[in-house]
């Protein structure tokens, strides 16, 4: 147990390090740590990976309260790993007992983990600290901020993005969305019929210990109940039955209604999920035109494609903000463009505190860009399918009219199945979901 936890602290430590020096994500630095260090304990992976998720959740509340201490010095004069390790520290000894109880042994055991990993000389300049830490209440950083500000440390948000949410929802609609990116939405598979049956499938999950229940209306969307060990790791994962994928991510690709002998264009394509669910819906006939600008995103597609045994797809490396090389009138074209993420707080919770205001603006822009190029490839009476990862209305509705006023000749048509709530600003027709009410992300 002892050199688990080490193992698992020292990555945990290793991966908010890389997140706060490169702005990585949790999944991206994690797989930098683990191949860095050569972690091959699994579990020591997981248990890190839980710590650095539930801190990094957690950041403003954790970095307001440590300042408190610290003062006049605040935690981002120290290194790399003694921020990593004093974020981890608050975590593990005030937040998961709920800022009262208090577990003198363990804070001493972490203590030493601290000083075993990055040695006691560079951990010596927070010693003094460390006790400090343990005794001071929460309640004395709330009391010293503004409503915004004390509702983004209870709920862990940025109070800038409290106030916008304020303002575009109204004050209990944000609460609960707030509340809701608190705990990530369920795990989701869609079973893969171009492998075999659906009822085959489910046999094969449930010889696995795989437990799931049928998310509708959705076609072959199912929420994982409960496993035995890591689907990644299941035979039905590897051999293709079925692609971790998110409710939201399943709607779009059925919003689209691909047919059989289709042309579809695929645009920000990788890792994959869509093309291989729009494939699924074609049968495997017809074409599929997956774009993509990322090379080493479109490794995992091709790998994707193949684990799900689809043959239609061909990829296109291109950046759809200055076209798209391709000679076609699509029947369908889905576009899922870069966004800010705001609709994944809860499953990427380290996307809020690299937001700021203008990044709405420049992802708008980028977002326009890129379905105004998209307009060009629809064929006459085709479709052209426009979703996002996030919440805020410059990257959605005011995209979506500022289109239809570029491009009269394109109308809303209603979308079945019908899921979550009609859009903003009278765009009944769009449809938003949101982690808090419809277990997706938004």
């Not at 801190?55 to 921020?83: C, H, W, Y």
């Not at 927070?126 to 309640?139: A, Y």
């Amino acid at each position: 147990m002892k050199k688990l936890l080490k193992e698992a602290w020292t990555v945990a430590i290793e991966t908010l390090s890389w997140m706060e020096l490169h702005k990585l994500s949790e999944h991206l630095a994690l797989a930098k740590t683990v191949k860095q260090l050569g972690v091959s304990d699994s579990n020591a992976v997981r248990y890190a990976y839980g710590l650095v998720i539930e801190t990094v959740r957690r950041k403003n509340v954790i970095d307001a309260f440590v300042n408190s201490v610290l003062k006049p010095r605040e935690i981002s004069e120290f290194s790399m790993g003694v921020q990593a390790f004093l974020r981890l520290y608050v975590y593990q000894t005030r937040i998961t007992k709920n800022w009262s109880k208090l577990d003198l042994e363990e804070a001493e055991s972490i203590a030493k983990l601290g000083r075993a990993i990055l040695g006691w000389k560079t951990l010596q300049c927070v010693e003094p600290f460390l006790g400090f830490l343990l005794t001071r209440q929460i309640n004395s950083v709330l009391k010293e901020a503004s409503e915004m500000e004390r509702i983004g440390l209870q709920t862990f948000h940025p109070a800038w993005f409290v106030e916008y949410c304020f303002n575009l929802f109204g004050r209990d609609e944000t609460l609960a969305i707030l509340e809701g990116n608190l705990k990530p939405p369920p795990v989701c598979i869609r079973l893969n019929t171009l492998k075999a049956s659906e009822q085959q499938i489910l046999a094969s999950l449930a010889a696995e210990g795989i437990k799931v229940e049928k998310i509708e209306p959705l076609k072959y969307a199912y929420k994982v109940s409960s496993v035995k060990q890591p689907l990644r790791e299941t035979a039905s994962f590897k051999e293709g039955l079925f692609y971790i994928q998110d409710k939201a991510s399943c709607y779009a690709a059925e919003a689209a209604a691909p047919q059989q002998d289709m042309t579809v264009l695929d645009v920000c394509a990788a890792p994959g999920a869509k093309t291989t669910y729009l494939a699924q819906l074609m049968q495997n006939r017809g074409s599929i035109f997956s774009v993509d600008y990322s090379v080493r995103r479109m490794q995992t597609w091709k790998k994707e494609v193949a684990r799900m045994d689809v043959k239609v797809a061909e990829p296109v490396i291109a950046d759809a903000r200055f076209g798209l090389p391709v000679n076609l009138e699509a029947d369908v074209v889905v576009l899922d463009p870069p966004c800010t993420s705001t609709g994944v707080f809860a499953k990427q919770p380290s996307a809020k505190w690299r937001l700021t205001r203008k990044s709405i603006e420049r992802m708008a822009d980028i977002q326009w860009r890129m379905i105004d190029k998209c307009a060009e490839k629809v064929k006459a009476g085709g479709f052209l399918i426009y979703s996002t990862c996030s919440i805020t209305v410059e990257e959605n509705e005011m995209i979506i009219e500022r289109f239809l006023m570029q491009h009269p000749d394109f109308a809303l048509v209603e979308i079945e199945p019908k899921l979550g709530k009609p859009g903003l600003r009278g765009l009944e027709k769009c449809l938003r979901l949101y982690p808090h009410n419809s277990e997706s992300n938004g």
